[in-house]
């Protein structure tokens, strides 16, 4: 099973990979192509959420994040802690994920845009290759918000 097969997978760079909800079998592609830590922004309620997935991706040699981050309700709180886990592991390979990878497009361009020089273009170009925050308002509210729009 390759990482490609994850719902919605865009790799940032070679070290950044995002995507939807693994399977357990995406779970170990990720430990066997090279990826050191997972981060998970779901909901441990969220659709497709594997039960107990901090133990799976332990048990495959990796560290586990979690960082539940409510759909309607995305904190600042939230993205300060993302972009601190982020930057606390910037030489290891990641696999960031959430149940479609619309929370974690719009956390990972922001981190770019807040500590890494990305402009706004790059922001929703990147956010546009999985969904468009426009059609969601906490989510174009939260956004527009930090890149002062």
């Known amino acids: 099973m390759a990482l490609e097969e994850i719902r919605n997978f865009l790799a940032l760079s070679d070290t950044i990979l995002t995507g939807g909800q693994p399977t357990k079998e995406q779970l170990a592609a990720a430990a066997q192509a090279g990826v050191q830590a997972v981060i998970n922004l779901a909901l441990p309620t969220s659709d497709n959420a594997l039960p107990d997935e901090a133990a799976t991706v332990r048990s495959l040699g990796m560290e586990y994040i979690h ?64 969904w468009d925050p426009q059609e969601y308002p906490v989510w174009k509210a939260f956004t527009e918000e930090y890149l002062g729009e």
């Open 67 to 130: 960082i539940p981050v409510m759909w309607d309700q995305p904190q600042r709180s939230n993205l300060e802690r993302f972009m601190n886990e982020m930057e606390a592991r910037q030489e290891q390979k990641l696999l960031v994920h959430c149940a479609l990878n619309y929370r974690v497009s719009c956390f990972v361009a922001l981190w770019r845009f807040l500590r890494h020089g990305w402009d706004a273009v790059q922001v929703y170009d990147f956010m546009h290759q999985v």
